[in-house]
C-alpha cells in the first residue's frame, strides 16, 4: 500500500493551499492519518492528525487556528487545508497512517514540497 499525497506549489504568503493524500489500496485500514513535514535543515515536525474512528483532530502548536485537516472515508484519503500562510511553513509535507495495532506511524508518503514565499 501507498500513500499518495499531492497538491505542494509555490504561494505568496498570506496564500491557501490544500493538501491532499490518499491510500492506493480501498482496503487500506489506518487507525491514524496525519501530516508532517521538514524544513530543510530542521527535524520533522508534526502538523496535524485524524483518528479514522472517531475523527479526533489534533494540532501542532505551529499550525494552530491556521491549517484544518478533514477525512474522507469512502475514498480513504486525508486533505489539509493550510490558510495564511507564512514562509515558516515552507517544508516538504509528508502523509502518514498508523496501522490498527501499530505503536507509530508506519505508512508514509512521498513527500509534497510546499514553498511560501514573502
Known amino acids: 500500500v501507498q500513500l499518495q499525497a499531492s497538491g505542494g506549489g509555490v504561494v505568496q504568503a498570506g496564500d491557501f493551499l490544500k493538501l491532499s493524500c490518499a491510500a492506493s489500496s480501498p482496503s487500506f485500514s489506518s487507525a491514524v492519518m496525519g501530516w508532517f513535514r521538514q524544513a530543510p535543515g530542521k527535524e520533522r515536525e508534526f502538523v496535524a492528525s485524524?483518528?479514522?474512528?472517531?475523527?479526533?483532530?489534533t494540532y501542532g502548536d505551529s499550525v494552530l487556528g491556521r491549517f484544518t485537516i478533514s477525512r474522507d472515508s469512502a475514498q480513504n484519503a486525508v486533505s489539509l487545508h493550510m490558510n495564511s500562510l507564512k514562509p515558516d511553513d515552507t517544508a516538504v509535507y509528508y502523509c502518514a497512517a498508523r496501522t490498527y495495532g501499530a505503536s507509530t506511524y508506519n505508512y508514509w508518503g512521498q513527500g509534497t514540497l510546499v514553498t511560501v514565499s514573502s
Open positions: 485524524v483518528t479514522w474512528s472517531v475523527g479526533r483532530l
